[in-house]
């Protein structure tokens, strides 16, 4: 027989060894809350390590995820395909066992985690998306959906300002499946958290709605199931169960200490711990009995069996619904879905009104929108100015199926939260803000980069055009650090029609995050014909063309476009060949072919000028080191858009003036 205890012993050698054999990492937090783990993944979880993919598995969530050798323990003594070779190459280059957990690498890891506080907020979305899809299809006798979040969070994740955005959020939902276990071990890196941390978490977290189980002793098993059976009865709030624990449970003269956070005991101290937790097995072995103990592949069998059972008959009693729900959780578009974008864009075309294009947006969501029903979407207090609100949306506060989230001012929470969303499974998020303020919810941005998140950032204002709020309000550098993040697509259309296919390619995307930037000033319907109507597509077309043999270029997005037309066909006048380039995304256009690049910006055309109201030292990679840039060099100022437009340069006359001094240098 084994002890429970001897079971969490696996956990906490696994990982002293691991981390040891790296010299590298943080073996104290695995050490502390492997009984909590135990518990927890051998009576309570419901997954298959057989198919770690299955739809109805409920999601484990490392919140504190530099104590990611617990994760990677527990998934190799669960029967993932982890092999303990992995867990010896732990933080080494190509193995599956990174220093923090990232989703795609390792089988069984939800989410990428390890800037604290986010994990907890990609939990919350995931509840979120849990609650709604089994609003959405689950019928009576068919809980085809139902399942819980679970999620580790250590003092560092509660100090983090992102913690209080989002549990107050969770709060305010209800999220009676969202189930947080508290690390309270009082130590961080710095040393004893009571120094510089004094929060009474019980009121803090009474007071955002939440269901408070305190003083657990995180090493005691029967105390531990005891919080998680109640927090289970509540179901009309998200729980957290506060447990005691000893940040290095098991080393004699490190646990307890910040010395066990993040780095390795030392071979003394490790063998001091093996005698300690009377562990007689050398470093990386495990015995067959306490192998076969943890092993779940059969119970997760089971669990996806019965599943499959329930979702059979689901499917002979409301085949639509089933066919509907595989569709979603696939991640596959409606059958009619090209057919329909076309012909809006075609009849766009057409159409000659000069409006915004965050209006252009808000009419683009009103067509697709009635198209995708896994769109949901949110704003960061700002729906009438974002204008994300279309006549189908359907608030979550007041209909648990809804498809918009009324986020309050919390842009940081409300992007982790829509990343988890995403990676829950069976929507298409969106979320909102000005452009300016989407600093707030930089590394959200980020980790949804990394992470391959399908994530729509909608943001509005995106220049000195947004007028008298002034600099604090008008984005200067954040086109530049957005164009400049890997892996998103950065798209900023010039009238409702780029808008619209800017949507369109975001929607498509199979993987990773688009950022769509949108004007609160009116812009320029523009003419084109098929072809530029077809390359709007890859990022950059032309969009006017004098002659064949070209003197000069210009290029520019947005509300630039206009006065750069204008200024083309003024040159054109005075005998000069010119051609303007329009470039929504030049993210997209980078992935074109040399063939297409060239053919756009052939490289016989050194004169070139880009025109943007954005931190100009961006443009360089598109007009060379001897090209021009009609772009900001300082920080906006308050006053009437157009006004600001000509104190900084954005004029017909200053194009064709600078052009010209080019053109004759």
Known sequence: MCSRRELANAIRMLSVDAVQKAQSGHPGMPMGMADIAEVLWRDFL????????????????????????????????????????????????????????????????????????????????????????????????????????????????????????????????????????????????????????????????????????????????????????????????????????????????????????????????????????????????????????????????????????????????????????????????????????????????????????????????????????????GSADLSPSNLTIWSGSRSVLKNLSGNYIHYGVREFGMTAIANGISHHGGFIPYTATFLIFFEYARNAIRMAALMNTKHIFVYTHDSIGLGEDGPTHQPIEQLANLRMTPNIDVWRPSDQVETAIAWKNAIEKRSGPTAIILSRQILFQSNRNSKQLKNISCGAYVLYDSKELLDLILISTGSEIHITLLAAKKITSLGYSVRVVSMPSTNVFDRQDNIYKESILPSYVTKRIAVEASIEDFWYKYVGINGLIIGMKTFGESGPAEELFKKFGFTVDNIVHQSLILLQS
């Open 46 to 377: 419901k997954h298959n390590p057989e198919n770690p993919n299955w739809n109805d598995r409920d999601r484990f969530i490392l919140s504190n995820g530099h104590g990611s050798m617990l994760l990677y323990s527990l998934l190799h003594l669960t029967g993932y395909k982890l092999s303990i070779e992995e867990l010896k190459n732990f933080r080494q280059l190509n193995s599956k066992t990174p220093g923090h957990p990232e989703i795609g690498e390792t089988p069984g890891v939800e989410i990428t985690t390890g800037p604290l506080g986010q994990g907890l907020a990609n939990a919350v979305g995931m509840a979120i998306a849990e609650r709604n899809l089994s609003s959405y299809f689950n019928r009576p006798n068919y809980d085809i959906v139902d399942h819980y979040t679970w999620v580790f969070v250590g003092d560092g994740c509660l100090m983090e300002g992102i913690s209080h955005e989002v549990c107050s959020l969770a709060g305010t939902l209800k999220l009676g499946k969202l189930i947080v276990f508290y690390d309270k071990n009082g130590i961080s890196i710095d040393g004893k958290v009571s120094n510089w941390f004094t929060d009474d978490t019980v009121k803090r977290f009474e007071s955002y709605n939440w269901h408070v189980i305190d003083n657990v002793n995180g090493h005691d098993s029967e105390s531990i199931k005891k919080s998680i059976k109640e927090a289970k009865l509540i179901k009309n709030k998200p729980s957290i169960i506060i447990c005691t624990t000893i940040i290095g449970f098991g080393s004699p003269n490190k646990s307890g200490t910040e010395e066990s956070h993040g780095a390795p005991l030392g071979e003394k101290e490790i063998f001091l711990t093996r005698e300690k937790l009377n562990w007689n097995y050398p470093p990386f072995e495990i015995p067959n009995k306490i192998y076969k103990k943890w092993n779940c592949t059969k119970k997760g069998s089971d669990f996806e069996n019965e599943w499959n059972k329930k979702f059979s008959l689901y499917k002979n009693d409301y085949p639509i619904l089933a066919i509907e729900y595989l569709r979603r959780v696939n991640n596959k578009l409606p059958d009619d879905w090209h057919k329909k974008t076309k012909s809006y864009i075609f009849s766009l075309q057409k159409d000659k009104k000069n409006i915004a294009s965050r209006q252009a947006s808000q009419n683009t969501l009103e067509e697709f929108g009635k198209i995708l029903p896994e769109m949901i979407g």
